[in-house]
């Protein structure tokens, strides 16, 4: 997640301090990624010092508030018109989990799916229902949140159809040790050592 960008668009809008730019990024996002308010000044410092925001004084409140500069609009133009690049994909904990598991002696590798299964259809219920809700009583502001629960939605989806790929793919390979157990035992002597020279083993 860029948390530079989404900076940088909120500010496009208007004019904030940092603990505004939290409050806003978690209200448009539904609080699906919190922001750590550290993170956020950590984020502008670094912003300010690559002439993308200006500090434009404080609110009289004591609270510093940022502006974008023009390098920080054109930042934000490029970012919104370039596609997001897939070339480095974000670890995903429970597939690293499952090609561990897969790998290791005496994991249940089945019982880790049912108990991933039952969890993630547990979650696009919760999601289901979320976007049922907001949509019942849509304001405009809601279209945002509307989204980004369409795309927790799917994403759980696809992560369902996967783990039953993953039980699938389980058994087939239990099969095929039991098909591969079964032709070793049935071939008797002759997996047994080769004869030597003298006809002896």
């Given at each position: 997640?860029?948390?530079?960008?989404?900076?940088?668009a909120l500010l496009q809008d208007q004019p904030r301090y940092g603990y505004q730019l939290r409050?806003?990024?978690?209200?448009?996002?539904?609080?699906?990624?919190p922001l750590n308010i550290g993170q956020v000044y950590t984020t502008l410092d670094r912003l300010?010092?690559?002439?993308?925001?200006?500090?434009?004084?404080?609110?009289?409140?004591?609270?510093?508030?940022?502006?974008?500069?023009?390098?920080?609009?054109?930042?934000?133009?490029?970012?919104?018109?370039?596609?997001?690049?897939?070339?480095?994909?974000?670890?995903?904990?429970?597939?690293?989990?499952?090609?561990?598991?897969?790998?290791?002696?005496?994991?249940?590798?089945?019982?880790?799916?049912?108990?991933?299964?039952?969890?993630?259809i547990r979650v696009l219920q919760d999601y289901t229902k979320a976007r049922r809700d907001t949509?019942?009583?849509?304001?405009?502001?809601?279209?945002?949140?509307?989204?980004?629960?369409?795309?927790?939605?799917?994403?759980?989806?696809?992560?369902?159809?996967?783990?039953?790929?993953?039980?699938?793919?389980?058994?087939?390979?239990?099969?095929?040790?039991?098909?591969?157990?079964?032709?070793?035992?049935?071939?008797?002597?002759?997996?047994?050592?080769?004869?030597?020279?003298?006809?002896?083993?």
């Amino acid at each position: 997640m860029s948390i530079r960008h989404s900076l940088l668009a909120l500010l496009q809008d208007q004019p904030r301090y940092g603990y505004q730019l939290r409050v806003e990024f978690e209200n448009r996002t539904g609080a699906t990624w919190p922001l750590n308010i550290g993170q956020v000044y950590t984020t502008l410092d670094r912003l300010e010092r690559d002439a993308l925001v200006a500090k434009e004084g404080d609110d009289g409140e004591g609270h510093v508030v940022y502006s974008l500069t023009s390098a920080g609009k054109a930042e934000v133009r490029n970012w919104f018109a370039a596609p997001v690049q897939r070339n480095n994909p974000p670890r995903n904990e429970l597939a690293i989990k499952l090609a561990l598991a897969v790998t290791l002696p005496g994991v249940d590798v089945p019982a880790i799916i049912q108990a991933q299964r039952v969890e993630s259809i547990r979650v696009l219920q919760d999601y289901t229902k979320a976007r049922r809700d907001t949509a019942a009583n849509q304001r405009a502001a809601d279209t945002a949140w509307l989204l980004v629960l369409d795309s927790l939605i799917f994403q759980t989806e696809a992560e369902v159809r996967w783990l039953d790929l993953c039980e699938a793919r389980m058994v087939q390979q239990a099969q095929a040790d039991a098909a591969g157990a079964a032709r070793k035992s049935s071939n008797g002597a002759t997996e047994d050592a080769p004869f030597n020279a003298d006809g002896r083993r």
